[in-house]
């Protein structure tokens, strides 16, 4: 199995230090378990398995395939981004926060479901499950967006596609949008990609929060 943990590593293109700093070890613990001075804990498989979706069959005999399933990961880059080696993306549940609104305000005291390691993306603030249809086929419900949150409605790149939170009727509607100008003053209007869903305008007023929506993963079970 120890030998399994550095081909795991490799696969994910991982030091040494990223992987240990995830399993909450130090490097040369992690050392000693890919060269098998030392075993792998309980709690480090689950990690491997629950949060880096290793499959636990090939963990422990090597047959089948190294991870559960593929997630088809689709990134929304701008030229002026700059993508990050490495990074772990905090996933939320918006029924766990109450809503991107206090999700956003207080981040720091809001406590992930999970993480997500992602490679080679640029800065994301976090990453939910989206719910509904109104991006399908582009999004399915149960599909996760990551995103970096914004500040200013007015910093957004019109055409690309938002995260939202609108008030109505006093309400927090959370939403993914492709987000275009409006031919109405004070409004912003919001296109969908299914084309059963009619294009909206939305007065900014009632938009409550914002994040540009930087990737998506979708997740192949393996059969």
């Known amino acids: 199995m120890n030998g399994r943990v550095k ?4 696969q994910l293109e991982m030091t040494q230090e990223q992987l240990a700093q995830r399993l909450g070890i130090g490097k040369a613990a992690l050392s000693m378990i890919e060269t098998g001075k030392a075993g792998l804990s309980a ?23 190294m ?14 981004d700059n ?29 992930p479901v999970n993480f997500i390691h992602i490679p080679n993306l640029p800065k994301c603030d976090g990453a939910i499950y989206i719910v509904g249809d109104s991006m399908y086929p582009l999004l ?32 927090e509607y959370v939403t993914v949008k492709y987000i275009q100008k409006s031919d109405r003053e004070g409004y912003v209007k919001l296109v969908s990609q299914n084309v059963h869903h009619a294009d909206k305008d939305v007065e900014i007023a009632r938009i ?14 393996i059969r």
Do not use: C
């Open 43 to 65: 709690r480090n498989r689950n990690i491997l398995v629950q949060e880096l979706n290793v499959n636990p069959e090939w963990l422990e005999t090597g047959k089948g395939n």
């Open 208 to 221: 409550r929060a914002i994040a540009l929506v930087k990737a998506s993963i979708r997740m192949n079970s």
């Open 140 to 171: 399915k419900s149960g599909d996760i967006v990551l995103y970096k949150q914004l500040h200013d409605i007015d910093d957004i790149f019109w055409g690309d596609m938002y995260l939202l939170s609108i008030d109505i009727d006093g309400e």
């Open 67 to 80: 991870f559960n399933a593929e997630p088809d990961l689709t990134a929304y880059m701008h030229r002026t």
């Open 7 to 10: 081909l795991i590593r490799k």
């Open 83 to 111: 993508s990050l080696p490495l990074q772990s993306v905090p996933l939320y549940s918006i029924e766990g926060t109450a809503g991107l609104v206090p999700l956003f305000a207080d981040r720091a005291q809001a406590k």
